[in-house]
Nanobody
Framework: QVQLVESGGGLVQAGDSLRLSCTAS????????MGWFRQAPGKEREFVSA????????RYSDSVKGRFTISRDNAKNTVYLQMTSLKPEDTAVYYC????????????????????WGQGTQVTVSS
């Protein structure tokens, strides 16, 4: 397992952009699939995006597709989530996660697909 630390959260207005970062340590980052989940108040944690270790395969939830972009820099052991056109419904704690598996296109991503988790970073979007 690896240790993950997220950063970049904050309070923004609707329509603004924000970039989250997640830096890994204590493991082999380049062999890991990385993902982002989020949990809004009173709701279950939901999948946002994932990127394969090679960076050539990416998945997004329908709710963020076209607005969020995931990327990774294996030299820096860091994965990013660029969020644009933010909406109040994007307000949540965002969690970075690392795992070994990669699901085929159209599959539902689950928390159990990832074995390491960060502590989360709060993103609040005001209307």
């Amino acid at each position: 397992q690896v240790q993950l630390v997220e950063s970049g959260g904050g309070l923004v207005q609707a329509g603004d952009s924000l970039r989250l970062s997640c830096t890994a340590s204590g493991g082999t980052f380049t062999h890991l699939a990385m993902g982002w989940f989020r949990q809004a108040p009173g709701k279950e944690r939901e999948f946002v995006s994932a990127i394969k270790w090679s960076g050539d395969l990416i998945r997004y939830s329908d709710s963020v597709k076209g607005r969020f972009t995931i990327s990774r820099d294996n030299a820096k052991n860091t994965v990013y989530l660029q969020m644009t056109s933010l909406k109040p419904e994007d307000t949540a704690v965002y969690y970075c996660a690392a795992g070994q598996a990669w699901r085929p296109s159209g599959s539902v991503w689950l928390e159990v697909d990832f074995h390491s988790w960060g502590q989360g970073t709060q993103v609040t979007v005001s209307s």
